[in-house]
């Protein structure tokens, strides 16, 4: 095999040329990482997010850069957000077959004791609900087209090594995990693959005033055998893997992206 042929044969390992993707929360933080990178590889990528200004600012970029992208308003807390999300991807490229559920978020840090009920909830419906229901409604698509898919959660280190004060985060991102491994058997035989990403410490445009605090970024740099907080491509990237050619035979998996923040 020529140097040529090998060089193809890795590219066709991530292509996602005539796909289509969904990215929530893509319009700030690791989603403006993920959603540019699938485009990258191929990808018709639908920008889903609760800032349309934003969300048409990500698939502006894309478009300059050759892809082709759509920006959709989307709270995934609401089911109607939902189906208009699909529906717009539907209208404009005609098929679904990735889904990246990156929306989410933490609640302020409180004592277990003292969260309230609308708290929890919130907690849940950001992290837990849209993505579970995101999903129920592009798999009925996936299985109409027959093509199979690919679906990835984006978890966090926080389901595995619970974040301090944050108990009904880390709880939202252990069953995000869970939902994972649950889907990726009973949608198998649709060849649809389903599996997680769990980021740790991550310098975003979300978390760069966290960042930028001395004593933050000391103890980061001290936890995180790397380093440092990583960056959204290196969250991009295992989304890539997971939804191209290469991760094939992988459902219900996980990688874990923070520089050795768990074992530390």
């Known amino acids: ?23 929530t929360g893509a319009g700030q933080g690791m989603g403006k990482g993920i959603a540019p990178r699938l485009a990258d590889a191929g990808a018709r990528v ?5 800032t349309l200004s934003k969300c048409e600012a990500v698939a502006a970029e894309i478009v300059k850069r050759g892809g082709e992208a759509i920006a959709v308003e989307c709270d995934v807390t609401s089911l109607d957000d939902l189906d208009k999300t699909v529906a717009q991807a539907m209208e404009a490229f005609g098929q679904i ?10 609640h302020p840090f409180t004592p277990f004791v003292d969260v ?3 708290v929890w909830q919130g907690t849940i419906d950001r992290n837990m609900k849209g993505s579970y229901f995101l999903t129920q409604k592009c798999v009925h698509k996936m299985i109409e ?28 991102k252990a069953g995000m995990v869970v939902m994972t491994r649950s889907l990726a058997v009973e949608l198998a035989p649709h060849g649809i693959l389903v599996n997680t990403v769990a980021p740790g410490p991550i310098h ?6 966290i960042y930028a605090d001395p004593q933050i970024a000391k103890m980061v740099k001290q936890r995180v055998p790397l380093g440092g907080p990583g960056e959204p491509d290196d969250v991009a990237n295992a989304v890539l893997f997971c ?5 094939k035979h992988m459902t219900g ?6 520089g050795g923040f768990m074992w530390s």
Do not use: C, E, H, W
Not at 46 to 50: K, L, S, Y
Not at 97 to 106: E, F
Not at 149 to 166: H, M
């Open 204 to 209: 975003t445009d979300n978390t760069a005033d």
């Open 145 to 172: 087209a027959g093509r199979g898919g690919r679906i990835i959660n984006i978890a966090s280190t926080a389901a595995f090594k619970p974040d301090y004060q944050l108990a009904a985060y880390n709880s939202a």
């Open 1 to 23: 095999m020529t140097q040529a042929n090998r060089l193809a044969s890795i590219i066709d390992l991530f292509d996602l040329s005539g796909q289509t993707a969904i990215v």
């Open 253 to 258: 998996g996980l990688i874990v992206v923070d």
């Open 46 to 50: 639908v920008i889903a997010g609760r």
């Open 97 to 106: 077959d990735i889904l990246v559920n990156n929306a989410g978020g933490m």
């Open 116 to 118: 309230k009920p609308d």
């Open 243 to 247: 939804a191209g050619p290469a991760s």
